[in-house]
């Protein structure tokens, strides 16, 4: 090679090595083209992929990135203001585990959906440690509550959250274990409220709900509060 096209060659690669240098940062949730490299959920390390379908309902579609398949386990909260009267909503407070491990195995999911979440129910006083599988899932990742009457919120052990609002509900399947006499909360879609959220959650369905619904009367004045178990999907 002559001295200027072995300058010019060095230059171009100099060149080169400088542009690749300046690509942009990796964004970690973007899919990897490499097959094996499964887009993990960070707080359990469990794949999310193969994505798992978000089960069929007549709620909104989303055309978002599965990010987080969480259990809520807690009580739906009901104001009564007096004996027969029809108990107001009143939010909701529930802890939240990862089960990501459970409904990306084919094999787990179908007996998770139908059995495990009315079991959580059946025996309300029995651990999420003694009923999932993995011990993976079996540590809370968050917590799920109610900011005001209209706003629940998805707080996350990460330092990820989303304050979320109602833009899409139907009644569970009647013929869902954990919806005998109606007695399971709605499905619904949520969607995050114009700047509240942190770790890019934009979408969260609850499904698969089971218990939660307040009786048609109260027995009495106060609080009331119902058990239920329901699986959030999470989307960003
Ligand atoms: C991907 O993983 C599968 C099963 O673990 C293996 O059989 C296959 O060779 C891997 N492919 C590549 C490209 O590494
Ligand atoms: C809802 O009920 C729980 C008990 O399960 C209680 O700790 C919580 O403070 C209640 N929240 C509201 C908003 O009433
Ligand atoms: C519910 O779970 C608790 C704790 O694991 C256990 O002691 C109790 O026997 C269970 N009750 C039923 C009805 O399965």
């Not at 079996?138 to 799920?144: E, F, R, T, W, Y």
């Not at 899409?168 to 949520?190: F, H, I, M, R, Y």
């Amino acid at each position: 090679m002559h001295l200027s096209s072995t300058i010019s060659f060095l230059t171009t690669s100099l060149l080169l090595l400088s542009t690749t240098t300046a690509l942009p940062a990796n964004d970690q949730n973007r899919r990897p083209c490499d097959k094996n490299k499964t887009r993990k959920d960070p707080l359990t390390s469990c794949p999310l992929e193969p994505a798992p379908s978000l089960p069929e309902s007549a709620l909104p579609p989303t055309s978002l990135t599965l990010r987080h398949v969480l259990l809520g386990k807690g009580t739906q909260n009901y104001t009564c203001a007096n004996t027969n009267s029809p108990p107001v909503a009143a939010g909701a407070l529930a802890t939240l585990y990862d089960i990501s491990c459970q409904v990306t195995d084919p094999n787990s999911r179908a007996k998770f959906d139908q059995k495990l979440i009315p079991d959580f129910l059946k025996n309300f006083s029995k651990s999420v440690q003694d009923l999932l599988p993995s011990t993976a899932s079996a540590a809370s990742v968050g917590d799920h509550y109610f900011r005001d009457g209209t706003t629940p919120m998805f707080v996350l052990n990460d330092g990820h959250f989303v304050a979320a609002g109602k833009v899409g509900g139907c009644a569970a399947p009647s013929s869902a274990t954990g919806n005998e006499n109606g007695a399971a909360v709605d499905w619904l879609k949520l969607a995050r409220k114009q700047g509240e959220a942190n770790g890019g959650i934009e979408e969260v369905y609850r499904v698969h709900t089971a218990g939660g619904r307040a009786p048609a009367a109260c027995s009495k004045a106060g609080l009331l509060t119902v058990d239920y178990v329901a699986e959030y999907w999470m989307y960003g």
